[in-house]
């Protein structure tokens, strides 16, 4: 067999879809941007998936790239065959145009054409039905196959499991999908039997998911709702790929990974055999380097934790074998080498990754090294781990326990993980509900009660009103929850002190962030907590020295952060009082969080605010900004604050005093927040959305400051950039782009002599039972026929059919039902009732299905026919 390479196969792939009409997009950073229900870009489709809601419409329909993806939930596995943190995806989509028979059309030419592959070699699953997700099995994609020269008994249906994909992260498009898999012979294992079991593991590799046929959009709640239109999802992992063409062992064994497992064992001085660990440090070194060439940090949370994790990971190894450190720069040499030229923010990133990277490894080095100090010591002393011990060493040098496994491991020694499982269970007794999970120990919520002894302490002070910066001594430190009395750098920990600078949480403002400086400690306060006993939580990590019980040190605010904070608590207040002006007295507040970035404010009031009542809150607030008034602040009753008219949250139970913050006559309010000295500190006021949050509350979201004045920015640039689309001045850009909308309208409608832009004039709209039967003609392409019946059934709350006839005399039905009449009819069942009378076929989820008619008798009355399948099916 001649080996086909990495490089051949990416090019073979996008090169046969660009000659079949797909446009080569770039793919995008790893990092997702403005998607929080997605850890890491994991496939091709995820970057994309504003393109199959319907949100943004690409360029052109039909796209292929290759992708970066990061798959995190495979990282205990990887070091096997072929499991991997980091590979990259070739894809092929065709968004709201083509679906299952050209989509299987095109992937039996490239598997034949492009990859030489025969088809005796070829397996293909398809979706086996579900009733509970209501989607029949997928007998198009079957046929399919067949007509391409797939035979029958090659064509295997799979249930959901295996055959219905998506979505990507926890909510987004997904669907049933066909899959291609590679036979590689009877050596590894007998053959497929039609009806017996399809031996996915070891003779058959899957090599392409050639199409996840996306119809839904699953909700956040677990709710599937049909997709505005169909779309096709094609990923195939290039390194399995090339395993699976050139009858590779592993994935190790490509031209993409092997250079790099040699340069591992080259640093370990490990010549021979390649064994687990030098396939682990391979993936590992690669995933981090994208990762961090796409811009994620270190940290220990979130995103951050993924290349701390899998760098501490490769420190481990290396000190477990022996060495003092890792040397990983010849091996980030060659990662760069053989990704740089696909990828450039990697090949621009060296000096960034090596500095990064050697950082994150001398922190930890240490933390390791006296971490393994300590389990040497505790294995002389009773040559066993215990559960407790490995649970310790988490707690107090930041070693997950697995690499506490593995370094006992390396000494002969075994840990027992029940006991530890135990233990960890005690433990989160102990901190109530602290959890702790495989992402490092947990900072405190503000929800949790301190322990016992921690709660006797004498309650914090805070300065923070009127400085910054304060001396204070540490008079508790709690990891996980539980006090120790030192605290070594690396290991997230909430620090209690006498008295604080740090704004604790609370009144809708963030906690305080900042610094901490003792006589041998440095470290970093990420947030600031406060408990209902009465002591503030800082959350704080060393990143150098150690910290104990009783230490003197100094604790600093982030002035800058904190000054942005307090501009959005001003004009929080300032646009409290400005919408009790512009909408009524009725308006109270119902919740609002102050951050740096950006104020949200919820308040009570009956309806959307129209444009015209946005703009002028804007304009009351920035000239209120514009007094210069001054903060005041004064102590005094509830009783005299209700007097002199300050606002108050409703039910809110307050103490003997109250502090009353104002603003000139403009605004008075109970608040415990900080504030800016004047109003012009607040700079500039935006607000960039107002929306329903529940019935009866609207929520506005706002910036200030630099964040205003940015926001009104990237406003003028988006709207000059749609100037120039329109070949228009920005004045005229609405004017023009309704022209615009106008001229294409008419093309669409096949109306173009008559002058009429596309409008669906219903030839029927009549009542079935008591169901409403809407159905009308309209010119346009199938992907304006589903968008308009589904915006009519939901507008007549019916059932709506819109058809087209093209010149061929090819007949396009659509059927469309209201959520109301869905739960009573089938859409599917009705088209395919429709057109198998008269010579067609259909298919579709429940709520909007499709059907094709070659040739319509004559005569036919398509309205006339919706009501006979109607009456026959309600009656049914
Ligand atoms: N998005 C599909 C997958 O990742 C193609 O398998």
């Given at each position: 067999?001649?080996?086909?390479?990495?490089?051949?196969?990416?090019?073979?792939?996008?090169?046969?879809?660009?000659?079949?009409?797909?446009?080569?997009?770039?793919?995008?950073p790893v990092v997702p941007k403005n998607d929080p229900t997605l850890l890491f870009i994991n496939?091709?489709?995820a970057p994309?998936k504003p393109?199959?809601?319907?949100?943004?419409?690409?360029?052109?329909?039909?796209?292929?790239?290759?992708?970066?993806?990061?798959?995190t939930?495979?990282?205990?596995?990887?070091?096997?065959?072929?499991?991997?943190?980091?590979?990259?995806?070739?894809?092929?989509?065709?968004?709201?145009?083509?679906?299952?028979?050209?989509?299987?059309?095109?992937?039996?030419?490239?598997?034949?054409?492009?990859?030489?592959?025969?088809?005796?070699?070829?397996?293909?699953?398809?979706?086996?039905?579900?009733?509970?997700?209501?989607?029949?099995?997928?007998?198009?994609?079957?046929?399919?196959?067949?007509?391409?020269?797939?035979?029958?008994?090659?064509?295997?249906?799979?249930?959901?499991?295996?055959?219905?994909?998506?979505p990507a992260g926890n909510s987004g498009?997904?669907?049933?999908?066909?899959?291609?898999?590679?036979?590689?012979?009877?050596?590894?294992?007998?053959?497929?039997?039609?009806?017996?079991?399809?031996?996915?593991?070891?003779?058959?590799?899957?090599?392409?998911?050639?199409?996840?046929?996306?119809?839904?959009?699953k909700g956040l709640d677990?709710?599937?709702?049909?997709?505005?239109?169909?779309?096709?999802?094609?990923?195939?992992?290039?390194?399995?790929?090339?395993?699976?063409?050139?009858?590779?062992?592993?994935?190790?064994?490509?031209?993409?990974?092997?250079?790099?497992?040699?340069?591992?064992?080259?640093?370990?001085?490990?010549?021979?055999?390649?064994?687990?660990?030098?396939?682990?440090?391979?993936?590992?070194?690669?995933?981090?380097?994208?990762?961090?060439?796409?811009?994620a940090?270190?940290?220990?949370e979130g995103r951050g934790?993924?290349?701390?994790?899998?760098?501490?990971?490769?420190?481990?190894?290396?000190?477990?074998?022996?060495?003092?450190?890792?040397?990983?720069?010849?091996?980030?040499?060659?990662?760069?080498?053989?990704?740089?030229?696909?990828?450039?923010?990697?090949?621009?990133?060296?000096?960034?990754?090596?500095?990064?990277?050697?950082?994150?490894?001398?922190?930890?080095?240490?933390?390791?090294?006296?971490?393994?100090?300590?389990?040497?010591?505790?294995?002389?002393?009773?040559?066993?781990?215990?559960?407790?011990?490995?649970?310790?060493?988490?707690?107090?040098?930041?070693?997950?326990?697995?690499?506490?496994?593995?370094?006992?491991?390396?000494?002969?020694?075994?840990?027992?993980?029940?006991?530890?499982?135990?233990?960890?269970?005690?433990?989160?007794?102990?901190?109530?509900?602290?959890?702790?999970?495989?992402?490092?120990?947990?900072?405190?919520?503000?929800?949790?009660?301190?322990?016992?002894?921690?709660?006797?302490?004498?309650?914090?002070?805070?300065?923070?009103?009127?400085?910054?910066?304060?001396?204070?001594?540490?008079?508790?430190?709690?990891?996980?929850?539980?006090?120790?009395?030192?605290?070594?750098?690396?290991?997230?920990?909430?620090?209690?002190?006498?008295?604080?600078?740090?704004?604790?949480?609370?009144?809708?403002?963030?906690?305080?962030?900042?610094?901490?400086?003792?006589?041998?400690?440095?470290?970093?306060?990420?947030?600031?907590?406060?408990?209902?006993?009465?002591?503030?939580?800082?959350?704080?990590?060393?990143?150098?020295?150690?910290?104990?019980?009783?230490?003197?040190?100094?604790?600093?605010?982030?002035?800058?952060?904190?000054?942005?904070?307090?501009?959005?608590?001003?004009?929080?207040?300032?646009?409290?009082?400005?919408?009790?002006?512009?909408?009524?007295?009725?308006?109270?507040?119902?919740?609002?969080?102050?951050e740096?970035e950006r104020?949200r404010?919820?308040?009570?009031?009956?309806?959307?605010?129209?444009?015209?009542?946005?703009?002028?809150?804007?304009?009351?607030?920035?000239?209120?900004?514009?007094?210069?008034?001054?903060?005041?602040?004064?102590?005094?009753?509830?009783?005299?604050?209700?007097?002199?008219?300050?606002?108050?949250?409703?039910?809110?139970?307050?103490?003997?005093?109250?502090?009353?913050?104002?603003?000139?006559?403009?605004?008075?309010?109970?608040?415990?927040?900080?504030?800016?000295?004047?109003?012009?500190?607040?700079?500039?006021?935006?607000?960039?959305?107002?929306?329903?949050?529940?019935?009866?509350?609207?929520?506005?979201n706002?910036?200030?400051?630099?964040?205003?004045?940015?926001?009104?920015?990237?406003?003028?640039?988006?709207?000059?950039?749609?100037?120039?689309?329109?070949?228009?001045?920005?004045?005229?850009?609405?004017?023009?782009?309704?022209?615009?909308?106008?001229?294409?309208?008419?093309?669409?409608?096949?109306?173009?002599?008559?002058?009429?832009?596309?409008?669906?004039?219903?030839?029927?709209?009549?009542?079935?039972?008591?169901?409403?039967?809407?159905?009308?003609?309209?010119?346009?392409?199938?992907?304006?026929?589903?968008?308009?019946?589904?915006?009519?059934?939901?507008?007549?709350?019916?059932?709506?059919?819109?058809?087209?006839?093209?010149?061929?005399?090819?007949?396009?039905?659509?059927?469309?039902?209201?959520?109301?009449?869905?739960?009573?009819?089938?859409?599917?069942?009705?088209?395919?009732?429709?057109?198998?009378?008269?010579?067609?076929?259909?298919?579709?989820?429940?709520?909007?299905?499709?059907?094709?008619?070659?040739?319509?008798?004559?005569?036919?009355?398509?309205?006339?026919?919706?009501?006979?399948?109607?009456?026959?099916?309600?009656?049914?």
């Open positions: 067999m001649t080996r086909v390479g990495s490089e051949a196969i990416r090019e073979t792939f996008l090169g046969f879809f660009e000659k079949n009409g797909h446009a080569r997009i770039a793919g995008a496939s091709g489709m994309l393109y199959f809601t319907g949100e943004v419409t690409p360029a052109h329909p039909d796209l292929c790239n290759y992708q970066a993806c990061i798959r939930k495979d990282i205990e596995d990887v070091g096997d065959r072929h499991h991997l943190t980091f590979f990259e995806m070739l894809g092929s989509w065709s968004i709201g145009n083509y679906f299952k028979d050209h989509a299987i059309e095109l992937a039996y030419g490239l598997l034949t054409d492009g990859f030489k592959l025969k088809p005796s070699q070829l397996y293909v699953t398809v979706f086996a039905g579900d009733p509970a997700l209501g989607i029949p099995a997928d007998e198009e994609s079957a046929a399919a196959w067949e007509r391409v020269g797939i035979s029958r008994d090659h064509i295997v249906a799979l249930p959901a499991e295996d055959n219905f994909w998506g498009p997904c669907g049933p999908c066909t899959e291609v898999f590679l036979d590689t012979g009877d050596a590894f294992g007998p053959a497929y039997v039609p009806g017996g079991e399809f031996d996915t593991k070891r003779r058959y590799i899957e090599i392409w998911n050639a199409g996840v046929f996306m119809q839904f959009n677990g709710t599937f709702q049909p997709l505005p239109f169909t779309s096709v999802d094609t990923g195939s992992g290039l390194e399995r790929l090339e395993l699976a063409l050139n009858g590779l062992d592993t994935v190790y064994e490509s031209d993409l990974l092997a250079p790099v497992v040699t340069s591992v064992q080259e640093m370990l001085g490990e010549t021979g055999e390649i064994q687990r660990h030098h396939r682990l440090i391979a993936d590992h070194m690669r995933a981090s380097t994208i990762i961090l060439a796409d811009g940090r270190p940290s220990n934790y993924i290349p701390r994790r899998l760098v501490r990971k490769c420190v481990t190894v290396a000190l477990s074998r022996g060495h003092d450190t890792l040397n990983f720069e010849p091996v980030l040499d060659v990662i760069i080498d053989r990704l740089g030229p696909h990828y450039p923010r990697i090949a621009g990133g060296r000096d960034m990754l090596t500095e990064v990277i050697r950082a994150e490894r001398d922190d930890f080095g240490r933390t390791v090294r006296r971490g393994m100090e300590r389990l040497d010591g505790i294995i002389a002393g009773k040559g066993a781990i215990d559960g407790a011990d490995a649970f310790n060493m988490f707690a107090t040098y930041g070693l997950p326990v697995e690499i506490t496994k593995e370094i006992a491991a390396e000494r002969g020694v075994e840990v027992s993980l029940d006991d530890y499982e135990k233990e960890f269970r005690q433990h989160q007794v102990r901190s109530r509900g602290v959890a702790e999970t495989a992402s490092g120990p947990k900072h405190l919520k503000a929800s949790d009660v301190l322990p016992g002894t921690i709660a006797k302490l004498p309650r914090t002070d805070f300065l923070g009103y009127d400085g910054l910066t304060t001396q204070a001594r540490v008079l508790a430190i709690l990891v996980n929850g539980n006090p120790v009395e030192t605290l070594e750098s690396g290991v997230p920990a909430d620090l209690i002190v006498d008295r604080t600078p740090f704004y604790a949480e609370g009144g809708g403002q963030v906690g305080d962030s900042g610094e901490l400086v003792g006589t041998d400690a440095h470290g970093r306060i990420t947030s600031t907590l406060s408990h209902s006993s009465g002591h503030s939580t800082h959350h704080v990590t060393l990143i150098d020295g150690s910290l104990a019980v009783g230490d003197q040190i100094e604790l600093s605010v982030e002035a800058y952060a904190r000054v942005r904070t307090a501009a959005n608590h001003s004009a929080t207040h300032l646009l409290n009082a400005a919408l009790r002006r512009v909408l009524g007295d009725h308006v109270t507040q119902a919740g609002s969080l102050v740096p104020l404010f919820d308040f009570t009031h009956p309806t959307p605010m129209t444009a015209e009542q946005i703009e002028a809150t804007e304009r009351l607030v920035n000239d209120w900004i514009l007094t210069g008034a001054k903060r005041h602040v004064d102590i005094m009753t509830p009783d005299e604050a209700k007097a002199q008219g300050a606002i108050s949250l409703a039910g809110e139970a307050y103490g003997d005093e109250v502090r009353v913050v104002s603003f000139g006559s403009m605004s008075k309010e109970l608040c415990g927040g900080t504030h800016v000295d004047h109003t012009t500190m607040i700079g500039s006021f935006r607000i960039t959305t107002e929306q329903s949050v529940a019935a009866g509350v609207r929520r506005i706002a910036v200030t400051r630099d964040g205003a004045i940015n926001y009104a920015l990237e406003q003028t640039h988006t709207l000059r950039e749609v100037s120039s689309v329109l070949r228009s001045n920005p004045r005229d850009a609405a004017v023009a782009a309704q022209r615009l909308l106008d001229r294409v309208n008419r093309k669409g409608s096949g109306a173009a002599e008559a002058g009429q832009p596309a409008t669906v004039r219903p030839t029927l709209d009549t009542t079935v039972g008591d169901v409403r039967v809407v159905a009308g003609k309209l010119n346009a392409e199938m992907p304006v026929l589903r968008t308009e019946a589904q915006r009519l059934s939901a507008e007549h709350n019916g059932v709506v059919m819109l058809w087209n006839t093209a010149d061929n005399g090819k007949t396009t039905v659509v059927v469309s039902l209201a959520p109301a009449v869905a739960a009573r009819l089938n859409a599917t069942a009705i088209v395919r009732d429709l057109t198998g009378r008269v010579g067609g076929s259909g298919g579709g989820s429940p709520a909007i299905a499709q059907g094709g008619v070659p040739a319509l008798p004559a005569g036919t009355d398509l309205g006339q026919e919706l009501v006979t399948t109607i009456t026959a099916l309600t009656a049914a």
